[in-house]
């Protein structure tokens, strides 16, 4: 069964996270389901244990493409209810400074308003499962620095990610 990682803020859910019927608030569909497009940016993977070595590959080339180290959020969304809900994912090549697995992004694409209503929903039933994970910053620059010049390419990172790996 092939899983979706996506970063979310879940401070935004939260409402969401403790109350299963509570509807889901403007910021967390505005912050976390932003869309370019009409997609949605997605990395795919096989496995579920975000400890694995393949995850821990997907979460660093995600965090190495924003503009410095933070707190990270990722959730994992199950493809197949995605689909069978009308949203599809269409492979859309990574530009992630970890070349090594730009193959693995995604994107749901054709998004309107009924499907981001159903993409969110699912983030938030994810998110009161134990499909999501919190990386401190501690741990994604931990998480990046492993990979550096071992698939993530240094000079692709931004000039944040480049002082922080510096140190």
Known sequence: MSSLIRKVSKQKWINVITDENAIVEADAITGCTRTSSNTLSVWLTDDEDFDSENNKKLIAALASS??????LDVVLLCQSSLEEAGVFVKDTPGGSPYTEVNDRHRDLINLNYTKLGVVSDHI??????DKSRRLTRKKVIE???????????FE???EGWKKEIAK
């Open 156 to 158: 692709a990172l931004s």
């Open 124 to 129: 938030g039933e994810r998110l009161r499962s």
């Open 66 to 71: 924003a503009d410095k180290p933070s707190t």
């Open 143 to 153: 998480l990046v620095r492993t990979y550096v010049n071992n698939g993530i390419e």
